[in-house]
């Protein structure tokens, strides 16, 4: 094979950016790009050069892998580029580098769950770390190959084979999905249903149901359906003792949940490969709005108020003054609240008349024509978009979220940082939550790069007892002429970042999952205890300590067992003669 063949079947992506290779920056992104450097204070580093497949020299796999297995498994260079990193600033910036210490030995494209599992059996038996990869969008660390030193070779799980909807219930609403579908091919496969998911993120194009299920992924719906736990029927999933399989149940009481622990899970205790999912009829029926504040304060007690109202807004995304900037949103400078409502089965002028009774209460303004409009009946092809084009301020903030991330990996070859974190408070700690957040990551990026920038926050989900924000910085290096320098920096300011918002009494990650960038964050917030009981249920499941090390969990030499003691992995990797799996 030559250096960038694949076994992949996908369209090729990018391997050091967002997206696939076919996509570009239109002339006028990149004049956005430009104007957004150019508000940055320090200046950059001159422009490096789109790395190349050939700027990279791997080293060979640590060991051989069994002829069996030789359909499946990959080793070329783009195949374990592409299976390297994530999606995050930090995985961009050291492609751009060509900084690549810990690509993976092998690449397996499973076709079937024995496939899997013979790839499972042979990485137990031969201490083999697996990093279960779906999209590859993660922005937490989530599937990189830097599992430490105790494992004879790594290897990322690529589950895009498994991309069908196998089983479709129209009783119950709800499809049998298997877990490496992408969304858009997801919602292809149920569209002929007259069904969706509606599970609509900005990695939607790239990322995969097994994925969103693993990392408790927050979807399109600000209040209510706000991730995709409530979407989530059964599950099945392939660990190195068994498949664990459960049952499909409206709702049950019978002990903890199997599911809420695979949920979350991000591949530390094995891999899912298909689950049951909730699914919705296709939206008919919208109304929307774009409303704009003279206060920040009034725009939050607003939210708050219509987050308690019962009246579940599929939309309610409230921006500040430095987040409308930011994007170019509306007029540049007022806090904007984007409302919005949907429905299959109702007209929805009730609704958005007692939101907007709530909006005037607090201050809000807004174009009444625009409303009605936004009301009027829909032809069968826009009633199925996803997500439906919005204009004005609503259309403009959603074409800036959904190519961000192209414009990043544009502002990270000249040395610039942009980046984004999340987090979830309560209402009554927000507003303290709010200013010393942006104060403590400002102080953070000005001490780290010399220059004081803006951090602006918008809300992604709002809840009846608080919000989830999301805060994003745009910074430059400090006129460093290598992106090490950059790299560094921005690890100075994640650090802060995380422990501003637990300090402050946030979560570690609403909806990026922990990965490895979140780790001490997540073991501040979740109990010692707890993360020990986790420790011994993948002992059970994943005795070996194989699956994704590192994330959530130590590697099997150092992660903590059932009573507290440190786990030991004996010959072979197996602890307590437990078997590898088994058809």
Known sequence: MTAHATLSARPQKRFWGWGYVHEQLSAQEHSVVQALLARLPGGFSAKVSEPQVEDFALAPPRMPAPATLAPVLSCTPYDRLVHSYGKSFADGVRMWMRHVPSAPDWVAFPRNEDELIDVLDWAHEQRVAVIPFGGGTSVVSGVEASVGDGYRATLSLDMERFDRVLEVDPTSRCARIQAGVLGPDLEAQLKPHGLTLRHYLQSFQFSTLGGWIATRAGGHYATQYTHIDDFVQSTRTVTPR????????????????????????????????????????????????????????????????????????????????????????????????????????????????????????????????????????????????????????????????????????????????????????????????????KQDVAEAIRRVTGHAVPVSCRFTHVYPDGPATYFTFAASSGGHTDLASTWAQWRDIKAACNAAVVGHGGTSTHHHAVGRDHRPSYEQEVPQLMRQALAGAKAVMDPAGIMNPGVLIDPAQHFVGITGGTVSAGENGDTAGWPATTK
């Open 242 to 437: 068994g498949v664990v399989q459960t049952r499909r149940l409206p709702g049950s009481g019978a002990g903890p949940a199997p599911d809420r622990l695979i949920i979350g899970s991000e591949g530390t205790l094995g891999v899912i490969t298909e689950a049951w999912m909730r699914l919705q009829d296709r939206p008919t029926f919208r109304a929307s709005a774009s409303v704009r504040f003279n206060s920040y304060p009034d725009a939050v007690a607003c939210v708050r108020a219509l987050s308690q109202s019962g009246l579940q807004p599929s939309n309610c995304r409230l921006l500040d003054a430095a987040e409308v900037a930011f994007a170019g949103v509306g007029d540049r400078r007022s806090p904007t609240l984007v409302l919005a409502f949907e429905s299959a089965d109702h007209p929805l002028h009730a609704w958005m008349v007692r939101a907007l009774e709530l909006v005037a209460d607090h201050g809000g303004l807004y174009d009444h024509e625009a409303v009605q409009r936004s009301m009027a009946p829909a032809d069968a092809a826009h009633a199925t978009e996803t997500p439906q084009h919005r204009q004005g301020s609503a259309g403009d903030w959603r074409d800036a979220f959904i190519r961000m991330p192209y414009w990043r990996d544009e502002t990270t070859r000249h040395g610039a940082i942009l980046d984004t974190f999340e987090t979830a408070v309560t209402w009554d700690r927000f507003e303290a939550f709010y200013d010393g957040i």
